[in-house]
């Protein structure tokens, strides 16, 4: 078969290019500047699916974004996609698309037998069905649906596509390059504004491609191409086509997805397959269009049916005839414009006006070309099942509720006409309420809420002339209060035809006796029965109406079933359409890949990674990473086959023999500068801060308004004036807000600046008790001896050349230093601290080993400070100043804090010495109690001290001190275990914390 | 997302910063005798209102200044934005 149902000439296709395809696995050949669709139907191919609920034969409706069929599985450079609509896609060659919702095949489809079992399938159906017994919906109703309902097959392979993200702001974003879009365009670009206009299909023009007007002499097309191509060297205007505008939001942020891709046959190596656009525009004009509504009928979902406009675009744009013995069915004038189109291409269709005879220009000229024309007709119902082969027609009485004789007549396709809808999608979502004009029946936008605009069809306004007008006038008026130019425009004079008015008549009545099914909704199947039913049932909201029948949702939006499905809500209810009201129109107007939402964000794209400067030597150093954050930290550095238990001991273990080194540059590090710095610190640390003297740190712990610890870590003072504060990795961006909160909104009187040097500074941790001898090396300088930097000292020194700060401070518990300089010389540091540090049998140590040093010296961390705790919960009740107030002193009073069997910190050992407790065991007296066995605590943090060489963990637990030499259980029901434990100290090495002052 | 108007930058997009809240809460001031009821309403109560409120948004991706916003929490207009000594 080849194109039989291509006219010989005509059309904006490339008849020079033929383009090979595949359909449901069948080659078939179509033209480049064709659609899929239009492929397929030059090709004579109708039956392309099968519909969502009863699985009955579907064919294309539409040509546009109206389609609500045609989804597809499409396979495009080895990529699969589903739901794709065929109408939207420009065929490329190699392009491979199947039916979906169908099996085994599109011809022969075995839940086609939901359509004769339809009387169980009515509105609401899987609400009513699957309810009990309730063990059956997981096993077997589950499953079920999702094998039968479904719509196209989601990849499992990784998309290997490239998708992008670009932010743009503009004076005025266009959407849509009909007339009133191009026209607003041009005015508003005269004037110089920064203009972008967008359109959703491949040609700009929109209905000027398909209408058989004039604009100053030039055809629509010929005009549109103009303006165009003016508009395209102007440089502040970026015309876009492939793009369609899906998203009005807050503050005139319009969301766009760009197809850059898919249609290019060879695509360059960094081109991205679609773009997401986020234009921030001062202003938007609305010019989406309209949409033809379909008049419903008897099986009016059989292929072969279509809408009138469609099968015009068909014919125009891509040569190509969806039928050769039509029925034109409608209710106003568009319809002749198609039966001219088919009659001009030698085909003679018959075009049934539900209107009494009358006359206007296009009537007559239908009538002089001898068409021929039924008035007061209708199509009751459509014969055929795979595809239309003929149509009763009836004479309506003067009603319209019934008809006076019926016929049947032979056809090949009925083309539907029942007035336009304005495509209010946009505007609607910008938050503008719309109403509705009773001259057009449908909805249009009322006033606005955010700053747009619609124009032309999207506004209800029809005719080309009030269209250019109006749009000229509201493009330059709108450019012209931004940029203050007003360029004069000359409106073109516009050649077009006069309408009569359109009909009412929306359903074909049912004649006695016959049951046909009449759809409302395509996509979702629904059915005027459907709709009916669930009136009766009661549900009265259009929202309920919607979620009930599943009208108007998916992909679809409502887009041709919208207003069909009010009118339909309204007859029975008598009521009128504005009574009834209308559903929430929402994001995204047409379907959006995922892949084009995320962009660029995937894998290690998906956030920044964080690397310290010593970085690479980790690496070659066999480090296990671990995520601090967006940090990446060594959490241990293998050694031949060890595990990380087996490491992180061998790193602990040495760090308490000789001397290990840890990367702490992930540490938050704030500098505080200002004459107040010392009375700020004071505020913000539970403990005293105006007596630390230059060149000493001192620990602090600072706590949020409501009393719980937020984070601790040191602050030294590095000159009268100015300290240098550390956090946890994990807070410190937290920190360094809450300070400018305080020093901003709360203490603005306060002078101080902080600022974040967490970068500035890399940092190392050298820890054990080899550690003094291995800075006396490093620096030979300076005095190292206990005297003269005792614990908590601060001095400055000279590395090789490279400014240093060294603080005495210590989170293992040992003897330890922190050696700070320069980001840029850290690897420097750091290699000549190994070198040197070998004749002491230095090791770095990760994450892991820095993790059991501190829980068996009973330092609290992340774990402990988790949001829940306060200062007396941890044994910090020593760094709380009696004295003086700070931030969150006053919630320390409250009773719940200060009961006496609050949660406190304490050590566990496991009796047998060496089960190890999982971190988050719950903590009971006795395991086999009955359920709810009460809780008394939790496992907060656990390791394998190398000190006494046996498990030991921090908890939190009710009454802690007291419970000091009890024994309970630490369960885990996640691990299925229980652990006998003895209470003990939190401190488990060095009690009396000796080592860090030796 | 809101397009937000630092005072100090100009109109920058939601994505730069951070909300912070209740923008008219005056914390007591320090060594204050307070009840545990006005603590409490200090600490934890905040008024949802529907409509105009004035909040606290930070721009952490810039100027790192807190400043106040005058916005309306259904429509989301935002009808000045101003300096938190302002």
Known sequence: MSQNFRLNTGGLINRDKPIEFKFNGKKYIGYEGDTLASALLANGIHLIGRSFKYHRPRGFFGAGVDEPNAKMQVEINGCSEPNINATEIELVNGLSASSQNCWPSVNFDIGAINNFLNRFFPAGFYYKTFMWPKSFWYRVYEPFIRK???LGIASLEKDKERYEHKYEYCDLLVTGSGPAGLASAYAAAKNGAKVILAEDKPRYGGTLLTDDVTIDNLSGKDWSEKIISELKEMPNVIVKNRSQVFGYYDHNMMVMFERTGDHLEKKPKYTPRQRLWYIRAKEVLLSTGSIERPIVFGNNDTPGVFLSAAAKEYMKVYGVLIGKKPIIFTNNDSGYETAIEFKKNGVNPIVLDTREDQNSELINEAKDLDIKIKFSYAVIVAHGYKKVKSATIGKLNKEKIDFENTEQIDCDSICVSGFWTPTVHLASQSGNKLKFNDSIDAFVPDKSKQNEHSLGAANGTFTLQDTLKNSFNTGSEVSKSITKKDEKIQIPNTNERKYSVHDKFWCSPLPKGKNYKRFVDFQNDVAVSDIEVAL??????????????????ATDQGRTSNLNGLQLVANVEKKIVPQVGHTTFRPPF???TIGTIVGREIGKEYMPTRKTPMHHWHEKNNAVWVDAGAWKRPRYYKRGNENLFEASKREAKNVRDHVGICDVTTLGKIDIKGPDAAEFLNRVYTNAWLKLPVGKARYGVMLREDGIVMDDGTTTRISENHYHMTTTTAQAANVLSHLEYYLQIVWPELNVNVVSTTEQWAGAAIAGPKSRDLLAKLFPKIDVSNEALPFMGYVEGDLFGVKARIFRISFSGELAYEINVESDFGLFMWEKIIDIGEEFNIQPYGTEALSTLRIEMGHVAGSELDGRTIPYDVSLEGL????????????????????????????LVPLDRKSSIPEGSHLVENKNAKLPNPKLGHVSSSCWSVENNNPFSLAILKDGKNMIGKKLFAVSPLKNISIEVEVMSSHYVDHEGKRVRS | M?????????????KE????GDGTI?????????????????VYLRKSPRGKHIELWHHIAGC???????????????????????
């Not at chain 1, 409250?894 to 050590?907: L, P, S, Y």
């Not at chain 2, 005072?7 to 920058?12: E, L, M, N, V």
């Not at chain 2, 005056?26 to 200090?42: A, C, M, T, V």
Request: with cysteine; net charge positive; proline share 4%.
């Open chain 1, 148 to 150: 039968a309902a479904g």
């Open chain 2, 17 to 20: 910063f951070a909300y912070g």
């Open chain 1, 536 to 553: 009766r049932e009661g549900y009265r909201s259009i929202e309920h109406v919607k979620r009930y029948t599943t009208l108007g949702m």
């Open chain 2, 26 to 42: 005056i914390r007591p001031k320090l060594n204050q005798e307070i009840s545990d009821e006005e603590w409490d309403n200090f």
């Open chain 2, 64 to 86: 790192r200044q807190w400043f106040k916003v005058e916005r309306d929490t259904t429509t989301h207009e935002i009808f000045r934005t101003f300096k938190p000594e302002e």
């Open chain 1, 880 to 907: 709380v100043s009696k004295k003086k107030d700070f931030i969150g002193k006053r919630s320390l009073a409250k009773e719940a804090f200060n009961k006496a069997d609050r949660q406190k910190i304490v050590g």
């Open chain 2, 2 to 14: 809101l397009n937000i108007k630092c005072p100090y930058c100009g109109d920058r997009s939601q």
């Open chain 1, 590 to 592: 047409t379907p959006v």
